[in-house]
């Protein structure tokens, strides 16, 4: 156990629809990343949060945004739902956020299906 | 062309035998390269790291970086069936990149 958890486990909604996963960092982390894994794809970077402030940002879509609150814990939200938005995503939380070396520490993932 | 290359495989061997895994990088700003090992529906942890060339020993594990071929391998010595799963290499600039994985059985 990483330590991260995140909710739901699973979700399936319709295309056009809009959903929130939740992610809550280890204890002690300020920095969450988000991440979106498909089978063609792999892993793809798509936003870190470092206390609360937007650090980075890879192949986030338009249509999603997420944010990281006062505790820490962040939210990823994707509106407009597509088929191809199907996929595992994936929160990492690490100390730090800085350039350089930092383990990330995984959480369980949400599965998300769009139909 | 993306950032990192990994061959997806699969990858079948019997028990007991030596595996190569092995990933190519275009961006020479790398400084941190990384194994990740992810077991079927469960999130990446953290195998090894390394910090720019040269390698990195833990046990059956040993981690290579050749920065001037900009290629990475990890090696698994006496490899063993809880050791089948999906193997990421990931690197890191200020961003993390990781590849798509390589999937390995280790056959009893």
């Known amino acids: 156990d990483s330590g991260v958890t995140q909710t739901p486990k699973h979700l399936i909604t319709a295309t056009g629809q809009r959903v929130t996963l939740r992610c809550s960092p280890r204890?002690?982390?300020?920095?969450v990343y988000w991440y979106q894994q498909s089978l063609d794809q792999g892993l793809q970077f798509l936003i870190q949060?470092?206390?609360?402030?937007?650090?980075a940002k890879g192949n986030i879509l338009e249509r999603f945004s997420a944010q990281q609150f006062p505790d820490l814990h962040s939210e990823l939200n994707l509106s407009s739902l597509e088929l191809g938005d199907s996929a595992l995503y994936f929160c990492?939380?690490?100390?730090?956020?800085?350039?350089?070396?930092?383990?990330?520490?995984f959480g369980p993932g949400t599965r998300l299906t769009v139909t | 062309q993306k950032e990192v290359e990994q061959d997806p495989g699969p990858l079948s061997v019997p028990e007991g035998a030596i595996v190569s895994l092995n990933c190519t990088y275009s961006n020479s700003a790398f400084q941190y390269f990384m194994w990740y090992r992810q077991y079927s529906r469960k999130g990446p942890e953290l195998l090894m790291y390394t910090y720019s060339s040269g390698n990195k020993e833990d046990g059956r594990f040993t981690a290579q970086v050749d920065k001037s071929s900009k290629y990475i391998s990890l090696f698994i010595r006496d490899s063993q069936p809880s050791d089948s799963a999906t193997y990421l290499c990931?690197?890191?600039?200020?961003?993390?990149?990781f590849g798509t994985g390589t999937s390995l059985t280790v056959i009893p």
């Open positions: 949060y470092y206390n609360g402030e937007e650090r």
């Open positions: 204890s002690g982390d300020l920095s």
């Open positions: 990492a939380s690490s100390p730090q956020g800085l350039a350089g070396y930092y383990e990330q520490y």
């Open positions: 990931a690197m890191s600039a200020n961003e993390f990149y």
